[in-house]
């Protein structure tokens, strides 16, 4: 299973951009997605993820201002990242798991808000 992450880039705060994700490969349903991020020297964070149900979590930190949403024919993920924060600076990876069996990792997407 390989994932394809893009969308990333340079806003200035208080901008949108929106993180795209596509699965390829053998990929056993049901599975859930999810949007992490990371910057230098901390650990990764959960910043959205979304079921098989399309029953949705997020950060407190981007609740109100980040959609994750899913496109099961296309084994992709989205987010939608409005009214963005410099501290919302970051690499942005996506993940496809299914509890118990699998957890795949995109690349990264390089997501910088700054003026």
């Known amino acids: 299973v390989q994932l394809q992450a893009s969308g990333g880039g340079l806003v200035q705060p208080g901008g949108s951009l929106r993180l795209s994700c596509v699965a390829s490969?053998?990929?056993?349903?049901?599975?859930?997605l999810g949007w992490y991020r990371q910057v230098p020297g901390k650990q990764r964070e959960m910043v959205a993820a979304?079921?098989?149900?399309?029953?949705?979590n997020y950060a407190d930190s981007v609740k109100g201002r980040f959609t994750i949403s899913r496109d099961n024919a296309k084994n992709a993920v989205y987010l939608q990242m409005n009214s963005l924060k410099p501290e919302d600076t970051a690499v942005y990876y996506c993940?496809?798991?299914?509890?118990?069996?699998?957890?795949?990792w995109g690349q990264g997407t390089l997501v910088t808000v700054s003026s």
């Open positions: 979304i079921t098989n149900g399309a029953t949705t």
């Open positions: 993940n496809i798991y299914r509890t118990g069996f699998y957890s795949y």
């Open positions: 490969g053998s990929i056993q349903s049901p599975y859930a």
